[in-house]
């Protein structure tokens, strides 16, 4: 990389290297950027399921409280390096290092996030396809009068077709390919101006559906009734690692992003907008599925794609104006995995800008191959190599293991330990000189000892599960 990308950014210099690949065009911008990339098929089904299984409203409380030790200073944090930076986050990183006069290996905070960023969009668009083949199969009429049986024998046959997979994969890629080659103004910036809108009115129109024709009652309580017994203290972790994944911390997404941020604009506020807006989704989906799903006595509320896939499809199914509302729900989770994956390819394609002098559409054509081609590795995990497994994970487990239970919590203590206890603390409060002095001091608090020892228990913890 050049030298002069690694010089103190001026305020002439900053401006600059915002040029390289523009700025938002207002805070309320990012806010909706940042809310799309933390917006995914996560907020939809998990967040929902796991609250209802956990105590209700008091797993919510624990929730919302583990945001804010957890989630939002370490993304206060994320923010920060990047408009500081200024730069990819593989760049800015370098710059912030050589700033506070530290070992380059701590550079590697970007490479993580970036990478960690790519391996996730490969079977991300894997799972996106799906959403994608199912909006015409519940508007074909698939799933009028279905049983759990024959929607379970579609989902296998969508499963155990590679060819089929990868049309629906392919097709997710282009379309996030497509928004990403805009750039940050005309692409992403136009993109989550539209989509995020349309994704809040499409939960609210499903809300409404579910009012009139779910057992909302029922779902309501499910959501939120304060049942503390319910909630034990493996739900009080998985509250904690919840509030740390929804945000996309850890993947570069959210330091590329606040590269963008304007200079005027307030990080805490915002990042508190962002994780407001990222918890009502996940409440609104909440209270249109899960109505839905006890209308259908059959059907159990549960975990994982097969009741996303299964399940509801056999609730809309049977209901009276179903099948419009099931492509709507489709529709609407399509477009929650289309704004998390712009964010997840951007990091990577500003870093081919920068360093190796690709313009937008080389870089994106580049790395939605590699993306893709790695992604075949997670169609194949279904059907051809169903019985090849690694330390018994197929690829897509393999995969979907070491990015979000090890090389993301990785990132974020790593970040919140940099942040925290290495960067100079008169570049940390510069950026931070809008907050109040109270707040300041709060927040520096918590990210040097809450945030890092809880996002370590989220790994320790993480990693036991899966392999006791």
């Given at each position: ?73 370490v993304m206060v944090a994320e923010v920060m390096l990047g408009r500081r930076g ?129 057992d909302f009652a029922r779902g309501f309580n499910f959501l939120f009734s304060f ?242």
């Amino acid at each position: 990389m050049a030298e002069e990308q690694l010089t103190a950014p001026s305020s002439d210099e900053a401006s600059g290297k915002r040029g390289i690949h523009g700025a938002w065009s207002s805070r309320w911008t990012f806010v909706m950027a940042a809310t799309g990339s933390a917006v995914g098929l996560g907020n939809i089904w998990k967040f929902p399921y796991i609250a209802g299984e956990n105590g209700g409203g008091a797993f919510v409380l624990v929730y919302l409280l583990c945001i804010l030790l957890v989630g939002m200073p370490v993304m206060v944090a994320e923010v920060m390096l990047g408009r500081r930076g200024r730069q990819s986050p593989i760049n800015a990183m370098r710059y912030l290092t050589q700033e506070a006069g530290l070992h380059g290996t701590w550079n590697a905070i970007g490479w993580l996030g970036v990478t960690a960023g790519l391996m996730i969009l490969s079977y991300y668009a894997v799972i996106a396809g799906w959403a994608l083949y199912y909006i015409g199969q519940m508007a074909s009429g698939t799933f009028q009068g279905a049983s759990a049986d024959q929607a379970g024998v579609v989902f296998g046959q969508l499963l155990s077709s590679p060819k089929e997979l990868i049309f629906w994969q392919s097709i997710f890629m282009l379309l996030t390919m497509a928004v990403v080659v805009g750039g940050v103004t005309r692409g992403l910036g136009v993109a989550v101006r539209i989509l995020m809108p349309l994704l809040f009115v499409l939960l609210v129109i499903l809300l409404g559906f579910s009012i009139q024709r779910g057992d909302f009652a029922r779902g309501f309580n499910f959501l939120f009734s304060f049942n503390y017994e319910a909630l034990t203290w493996a739900g009080v972790l998985e509250a904690m690692g919840h509030a740390f994944f929804t945000l996309s911390l850890g993947m570069g997404a959210i330091m590329a992003y606040g590269a963008y941020m304007p200079d005027h604009a307030r990080i805490g506020r915002t990042v508190l907008a962002v994780g407001f807006l990222d918890t009502l989704v996940a409440l609104l989906a909440g209270l249109a599925i899960f109505p839905i799903v006890f209308a259908n006595p059959t059907i159990e509320p549960g975990a994982g794609p097969g009741l996303m896939f299964v399940s509801l499809p056999v609730a809309f199914g049977n209901m009276a104006g179903g099948l419009l509302f099931g492509s709507i729900f489709f529709v609407l989770v399509t477009l929650a995995a289309w704004s998390s994956a712009i964010s997840l390819i951007e990091p990577a394609v500003a870093f081919l800008i920068e360093s190796k002098g690709f313009n937008r559409i080389t870089a994106n054509l580049l790395l939605g191959g590699i993306a893709w081609s790695v992604g075949l590795g997670s169609v194949l995990s279904f059907n051809v190599w169903a019985d090849v497994t690694l330390a018994g994970f197929n690829f897509f487990e393999f995969m979907d293991f070491l990015t979000s239970s090890v090389m993301l919590p990785l990132t974020g203590l790593f970040i919140a330990l940099f942040v925290g206890w290495l960067m100079k603390p008169e570049a940390v409060r510069s950026e931070l000189m809008d907050e109040s002095s109270g707040v300041f001091t709060a927040w520096h608090w918590i990210l040097r000892y809450i945030s890092p020892a809880a996002v370590l228990v989220v790994f320790v913890m993480g990693v036991y599960k899966t392999f006791s």
